[in-house]
């Protein structure tokens, strides 16, 4: 397990790198150039100037976090392809600083969704909520209140300039089914994939959050059968997941540590957290802790474990404990992420000890 945590970047983080380097057992740095917006250029000397000051600290810069894909790529627009034509240049690049996984993920509109950031727990702490019937209400409204709520702090996914053009954007949206997404999204692979061997770099796609379609948009990452049908459509090792048990818990139905067995030598990036699932399929994050929630979180690190995997992990959104709410970015406070990393290294150097696997 090779623990990471993600950092936002110099002053646009309350976190900063010598905190982190307080939390026990973080190697590595989850980053992206947080101020470019999909499509855009990544030029070199600004990739160099983060790389540095992360290697400056004794951190990897093995995993980026995201290289969000553009939505002409998504909707299968003739200008994609110039828009590749950018990626690849970004895979390029990442490549001399050390990157070996890219995490993206292929949501129509919004990466992942809530209705409300800041949901009290019977703790007092608060944390990331979904209400399915808010989610009835006018895309435009749910926006505003996750704008609003996530006030200065920008939030990846969730960029205001995108999103003010809403309507255009739906309409842009109406003809892709599921399967024109999906081949939309092979298209994309077919391109990259072939380069991201040759630097070696791996393509971690992200589960969709929650995991069903939501404001009648696909979803195409979301169960086994959706990821098996995705890895199989490009066979590459370079092609494969950001295993994600927040996104992916959010459905009962998924049998996660089932999962990972069937997927560990794909799952280049391991996200792990817990949700509390409700009867009414609402639900809420919680803290990592497996029966805090519906995850079972020791059992996937078991798996994990029992799958030698040696990939990069992260424990994700936290909570927002003793206060920290009102200077942290939303699901991504200090407090519970760094509690939740110690829950993660204890049972995997208990299972370590117990197996005497290292
Ligand atoms: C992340 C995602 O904060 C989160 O939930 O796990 O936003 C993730 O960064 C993107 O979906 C990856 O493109
Ligand atoms: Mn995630």
Known sequence: MNMTWRWY???????????IRQIPGVMGIVW???HKVA?????MDEIQKVADQITSKGFSTAVVESV????DIKIGLPTRDKYIDIYIDTIRKLAKVGVKVICYNFMPIFDWTRTELYKELPDGSNALFYENMAINENPRDMVNRILEGAGEFTMPGWEPE???????LFAAYADVTEEKLFENLVYFLKRIIPVCEEVDIKMAIHPDDPAWPIFGLPRIVRSRDTIRRLLDAVASPYNGLT???????TNPKNDLPAMIREFCNRIHFAHIRNVKVFENGD????S???RDGSVDVAEVVKAYHENGFTGYVRPDHGRHLWGEEKTCRPGYGLYDRALGIMYLLGVWDSLENTTGVK
């Open 9 to 19: 970047g110099e002053g646009n983080d309350n976190i900063t790198l010598d905190h």
């Open 32 to 34: 992206s150039l947080h």
């Open 39 to 43: 499509g855009e250029v990544w030029e």
């Open 68 to 71: 969000n894909v553009h939505d």
């Open 162 to 168: 995108r999103l003010a053009r809403l309507d255009e």
């Open 243 to 249: 295993f994600c048990t927040g996104s992916l818990g």
């Open 283 to 286: 639900f809420i994050e919680v």
């Open 288 to 290: 990592h802790r497996g």
